[in-house]
């Protein structure tokens, strides 16, 4: 059986979609049609149903589906098994909050570019629920998630890092100056920008301000660590981030520390497929990521 074919069938089964599978794999839409056309005749059943919002796979799509990714998975490693050069190379698909896309991984992927030039990474800013989805689909190599924690039975996940979270105003807030630490009542009555639903800190925090009896904080989430950042520079109101995210906002005066309950930092973990084979270049990659996090600098 042609490999290609099952690169095509996986590609559909990802994205469900003839368009966006052509796109991934960079063939035309009738090259795609042609392969999964001749898949199913060489198979004898029928593997999608193709319905107007896309294409969906049948029972006997779904039947195949671990099998071809455990023969695309034997092809990738007969291929590394016999590169002769030693050079590592290939892309790596990385799923990762936003907080991290564009605070802690910047450096690392700068430092991978000059010790494996060929390793070429590709970040997707998501959130846990997209990053944990896209692995078990295959569209995420690996994925990193910031999570107390993450038991799910086809991932494994290892905990790489920690991350300082820090609650924080503007620097004319009169919560910045003030020695005596904020209480849950007073936190309580006061406008939060969070992040999105599933951000975990983010949660952890709303729950505890609706915990406050008789309490109905303001509260507005955001997807964009960005937007939440300068709502709370611009005077609007408090947020809880990870503190490298505020460094450059707290060296520059942009923003402030509150003093307030103690928040545990939270885990870094790296998620992969229980049952797929990683890559050279994907060990590169997580290798590259434990030294990072082992050798980074502290914000105060």
Do not use: N
Not at 52 to 80: C, H, M, N, Q, Y
Request: glycine fraction near 8%; charge should be neutral.
């Amino acid at each position: 059986m042609d490999t290609r074919l099952l690169h095509t069938f996986a590609a559909l089964a990802r994205t469900g979609s003839f368009t966006a599978a052509a796109a991934e794999l960079h063939l035309a839409q009738s090259t795609v049609t042609v392969h999964i056309r001749t898949l199913e005749r060489e198979l004898g059943t029928r593997l999608f149903d193709r319905l107007p919002t896309g294409a969906l796979l049948t029972e006997s799509g779904r039947r195949l589906l671990d099998g071809a990714e455990e023969v695309l998975d034997a092809v990738a490693r007969l291929k590394a098994a016999g590169s002769g050069d030693g050079a590592v190379g290939g892309r790596v698909v990385v799923g990762t909050p936003e907080s991290l896309c564009s605070s802690r991984l910047p450096d690392l992927i700068a430092a991978l570019r000059t010790s494996h030039p060929e390793v070429d990474v590709r970040l997707d800013a998501a959130g846990t629920a997209e990053c944990v989805e896209g692995v078990r689909s295959g569209r995420l190599d690996l994925a990193l998630l910031l999570e107390e924690e993450a038991d799910f039975p086809d991932l494994t996940t290892e905990q790489v890092a920690r991350e300082p979270l820090a609650l924080l105003c503007a620097p004319g807030h009169p919560l910045a100056a003030r020695a005596r630490a904020a209480t849950w009542a007073e936190l309580a009555a006061e406008p939060f920008f969070l992040l999105e639903q599933g951000c975990s800190y983010s949660d952890e925090l709303e729950r505890r301000l609706l915990a406050v009896p008789g309490a109905r904080p303001r509260l507005t989430r955001f997807g964009s660590v960005d937007a939440a950042r300068s709502c709370v520079a611009a005077g609007l109101g408090l947020t809880l981030l990870p503190l490298t995210t505020a460094r450059e906002h707290l060296r520059q005066g942009r923003l402030a520390r509150v003093r307030g309950p103690r928040f545990a930092d939270v885990p870094v973990r790296l998620a992969r497929h229980r049952r797929r084979w990683t890559a050279p270049a994907a060990q590169v990659f997580t290798q590259e990521l434990v030294l990072h996090f082992s050798g980074r600098d502290v914000v105060e």
